[in-house]
């Protein structure tokens, strides 16, 4: 997979790409679900007050969930929404030496970088999550206490894994030359 910006054209583009990069990125929308991860919701819209105040601010949190978690979760979907119709552009391409393999390629406008990299920190967000990546703030252990992952899937979580960090270097790149 190749990265590239045409900043005169307005685009960036990710090019190159086999079958499988193409379906991580698409994964990315499944990923970034907080569908069936309540702590997921709590994470990416925390109350804006400690828990201790959460009583005495009940009237406050009522206006904060209605008028700024709403938006949280609206902005989110639109940002996860961009990313999946940018994917929808996809050209297929076939290699001249290698014409049983296909390449894919899609240009994206600059301004979607920003809901690219959202995106694509919210599925990192929900996996860590999930499959409990980095318990405690600590770096990934391939094979963990089992009391830790609470039965998660050994093949599930290496594969979660495998996509966090795919995000991660794409989300890398987009710092570097798209958002700067």
């Known amino acids: 997979m190749r990265l590239s910006?045409?900043?005169?054209?307005?685009?960036?583009q990710l090019g190159d790409m086999e079958?499988?990069?193409?379906?991580?990125?698409?994964?990315?929308?499944?990923?970034?679900s907080m569908t069936d991860?309540?702590?997921?919701?709590?994470?990416?819209?925390?109350?804006?007050?400690?828990?201790?105040?959460?009583?005495?601010?009940?009237?406050?949190?009522?206006?904060?969930?209605?008028?700024v978690t709403e938006d949280l979760e609206n902005q989110f979907a639109e940002d996860v929404g961009t990313?999946?119709?940018?994917?929808?552009?996809?050209?297929?391409?076939?290699?001249?030496?290698?014409?049983?393999?296909?390449?894919?390629?899609?240009?994206?406008?600059?301004?979607?970088?920003?809901?690219?990299?959202?995106?694509?920190?919210q599925a990192r967000l929900m996996l860590d999550l999930r499959f409990m990546l980095h318990p405690g703030g600590q770096e990934f252990e391939p094979h963990p206490d089992p009391d830790i992952v609470k039965g998660v899937d050994f093949s599930e979580r290496f594969t979660a894994y495998m996509r966090y960090e795919f995000y991660a270097v794409v989300q890398e790149w987009l710092v570097k030359e798209v958002l700067e």
Not at 5 to 12: L, N, R
Not at 46 to 57: F, G, N, Q, T
């Open 37 to 67: 991860c309540p702590e997921g919701r709590a994470r990416l819209g925390p109350s804006p007050v400690a828990a201790k105040d959460e009583l005495r601010e009940g009237e406050f949190l009522e206006d904060w969930s209605e008028f």
């Open 83 to 121: 990313l999946l119709a940018d994917l929808d552009g996809l050209e297929t391409l076939t290699l001249e030496d290698e014409p049983d393999e296909e390449r894919y390629r899609v240009s994206i406008p600059l301004d979607h970088g920003m809901a690219w990299f959202s995106a694509l920190n």
């Open 19 to 32: 079958d499988i990069h193409v379906t991580l990125l698409r994964q990315a929308a499944e990923d970034a």
């Open 5 to 12: 910006v045409q900043k005169a054209m307005g685009t960036w």
